[in-house]
């Protein structure tokens, strides 16, 4: 490997993707959580003031387990793991869960996996995969003795009353925003014309989906109907091709057009003074980034599908 390919190469092992959403997007996913959890803080002093069956202040039986339900609610409100049976069900079933495991095996030092465990596997039963709900299954094991008297009560107060706050400023916070839709089934967007299956000319290529994601302007934790519209917003801009670049240009980038790892771009470094000399390259994103390379002009003309430039973190034609 390369030593320019190195950044490129930790980049893929550890998983870090290009975000396409807008700083706006981000900034309202911020101020969403902040709304959500300071609901969720103000229902509960209000309705408990003074904390539920001897807990102490109400503040104290606040679930750490919203703070991350917050951020799948406010980041990523499109997600499976974000509507709104995931996460009422995912904290309630979860929670009963860590009630009945701690009725039945207290003290037991593997209770708490237990709980996570059984809950993990309901809720894919279930069909309600949460991932803050494994959280609320392990508060109800290694909580407090004020906690546990609580017995299935916990349900109610504060699971109960804490999903119902912050789904009300999910449902009503999101839907300020004509880019976002939560419940996701709620609002739909406006359905674009599709181009008949017989009419199109082009492939899908990672340009286009790249700037398909950027037109969603969320964070994809994808679903089916999700998924089923980005594709159809790939499709579309996969019409706007332009196939085969008539010349290449020293100091220009290009794209095979491809999708996932067998898709790159290319720098021209330089070329020969004949269409039939070779053309210089190095490989900018893709598979091989950061790699020289050689070719027959011709053979590069036909490997690139159009030229790019790299704008706003992404590439586009």
Same mark, same amino acid.
């Given at each position: 490997?390369?030593?320019?390919?190195?950044?490129?190469?930790?980049?893929?092992?550890?998983?870090?993707?290009?975000?396409?959403?807008?700083?706006?997007?981000?900034?309202?996913?911020?101020?969403?959580?902040?709304?959500?959890?300071?609901?969720?803080?103000?229902?509960?002093?209000?309705?408990?003031?003074?904390?539920?069956?001897?807990?102490?202040?109400?503040?104290?039986?606040?679930?750490?387990?919203?703070?991350?339900?917050?951020?799948?609610?406010?980041?990523?409100?499109?997600?499976?793991? =974000?509507?709104? &049976?995931?996460?009422?069900?995912?904290?309630?079933?979860?929670?009963?869960?860590?009630?009945?495991?701690?009725?039945?095996?207290?003290?037991?030092?593997?209770?708490?996996?237990?709980?996570?465990?059984?809950?993990?596997g309901a809720m894919y039963y279930l069909r309600c995969i949460h991932p803050p709900g494994g959280a609320t299954a392990l508060a109800a094991?290694?909580?407090?003795?004020?906690?546990?008297? @609580?017995?299935?009560?916990?349900?109610?107060?504060?699971?109960?009353?804490?999903?119902?706050?912050?789904?009300?400023?999910?449902?009503?916070?999101?839907?300020?925003?004509? &880019?976002?839709?939560?419940?996701?089934?709620?609002?739909?967007?406006?359905?674009?014309?599709?181009?008949?299956?017989?009419?199109?000319?082009?492939?899908?290529?990672?340009?286009?989906?790249?700037?398909?994601?950027?037109?969603?302007? =969320?964070?994809?934790?994808?679903?089916?109907?999700? @998924?089923?519209?980005?594709?159809?917003?790939?499709?579309?801009?996969?019409?706007?091709?332009?196939?085969?670049?008539?010349?290449?240009?020293?100091?220009?980038?290009?794209?095979?057009?491809?999708?996932?790892?067998?898709?790159?771009?290319?720098?021209?470094?330089?070329?020969?003074?004949?269409?039939?000399?070779?053309?210089?390259?190095?490989?900018?994103?893709?598979?091989?980034?950061?790699?020289?390379?050689?070719?027959?002009?011709?053979?590069?003309?036909?490997?690139?599908?159009?030229?790019?430039?790299?704008?706003?973190?992404?590439?586009?034609?």
């Amino acid at each position: 490997m390369n030593l320019p390919s190195l950044p490129h190469a930790a980049r893929i092992w550890l998983g870090i993707e290009r975000n396409t959403t807008s700083h706006a997007e981000k900034c309202v996913s911020a101020l969403g959580a902040f709304l959500g959890i300071a609901a969720v803080y103000a229902v509960i002093h209000h309705v408990f003031p003074q904390g539920v069956a001897g807990t102490g202040p109400a503040g104290a039986i606040m679930l750490a387990s919203l703070g991350a339900s917050a951020v799948l609610l406010f980041a990523v409100p499109h997600g499976a793991l =974000s509507q709104p &049976w995931a996460v009422v069900g995912g904290h309630l079933i979860s929670a009963a869960i860590g009630v009945a495991c701690q009725k039945l095996l207290p003290e037991q030092t593997w209770t708490p996996a237990l709980a996570v465990g059984l809950a993990v596997g309901a809720m894919y039963y279930l069909r309600c995969i949460h991932p803050p709900g494994g959280a609320t299954a392990l508060a109800a094991v290694i909580g407090s003795e004020e906690l546990h008297a @609580l017995g299935f009560h916990y349900l109610i107060e504060p699971v109960g009353v804490s999903v119902a706050a912050i789904m009300v400023v999910a449902v009503a916070f999101n839907a300020l925003f004509p &880019w976002r839709r939560y419940p996701v089934h709620l609002h739909r967007r406006r359905t674009a014309v599709a181009v008949p299956a017989a009419e199109r000319r082009f492939d899908l290529t990672q340009e286009d989906f790249s700037a398909a994601m950027e037109e969603l302007n =969320s964070y994809v934790d994808i679903t089916e109907e999700n @998924l089923t519209e980005l594709l159809e917003l790939a499709k579309r801009h996969a019409e706007r091709n332009i196939v085969h670049p008539q010349e290449i240009l020293p100091g220009h980038r290009y794209s095979n057009g491809r999708l996932g790892k067998a898709w790159s771009v290319r720098e021209v470094l330089g070329v020969g003074a004949s269409p039939s000399a070779w053309v210089d390259y190095r490989v900018v994103a893709g598979e091989g980034a950061g790699q020289p390379g050689q070719d027959t002009y011709e053979a590069f003309r036909q490997w690139a599908r159009f030229e790019v430039r790299l704008g706003n973190g992404r590439w586009v034609k």
